[in-house]
């Protein structure tokens, strides 16, 4: 099995530092895989750079490293990004998680977005092994991407790492279209 969908998040941060095009590029694809749809028009669930900007600018996230188009935005970041899309999903007013996000920790952010979004990070990993230490069948590990899509991966492969099963998975996904999936 997978480790945690913590630690399926975390392997998100080694795309850190984006700029903010980048960051809502990557949260744009993990909002999407998650379903995340706002409940009114005035939220969208795709965040934009502009969008980025604007939260910065109302305190909803930190400062980025930097300013201008030379911001860097970091783990941190990306996990306020994805608490503000899932909670305005809630229907949660901006104000509100502007509140919400001055009291989270970091680790309380992270295991809050984790638990949003444990199905999408694909926390639902099986793997299937051999019969015993004397079976010559090689155990595999299963990844569900999108609705009749799975990826298969030997156990013993480089490729059985979960951040290589994170980066395959939505590389299959970006391939597929963000419609596609569900």
Do not use: C
């Not at 930097?66 to 901006?94: M, P």
């Amino acid at each position: 099995m997978v480790d945690s969908p913590i630690a399926l998040l975390r392997a998100h941060a080694r795309h850190a530092p984006w700029n903010a095009r980048g960051l809502a590029a990557h949260v744009t694809a993990l909002v999407d895989a998650a379903g995340v749809r706002p409940t009114n028009a005035s939220a969208r669930a795709a965040p934009s750079a502009r969008a980025i900007r604007f939260y910065v600018a109302n305190g909803l996230l930190d400062r980025p490293e930097g300013t201008g188009t030379a911001a860097t935005y970091n783990y941190r970041h990306f996990l306020q990004l994805l608490a503000i899309k899932i909670r305005q999903r809630e229907g949660v007013t901006l104000e509100v998680i502007k509140a919400e996000m001055h009291e989270l920790t970091g680790d309380t952010l992270e295991r809050r977005v984790a638990a949003s979004l444990g199905a999408a990070l694909g926390a639902t990993v099986e793997t299937r092994r051999a019969e015993s230490d004397d079976d010559p069948t090689p155990s595999w590990r299963r990844l569900r991407v999108a609705d009749g899509i799975e990826l298969h991966v030997r156990d013993d492969s480089p490729a059985a790492r979960d951040e290589a099963l994170v980066a395959m998975r939505e590389a299959v996904r970006a391939a597929l279209g963000r419609e596609d999936i569900r």
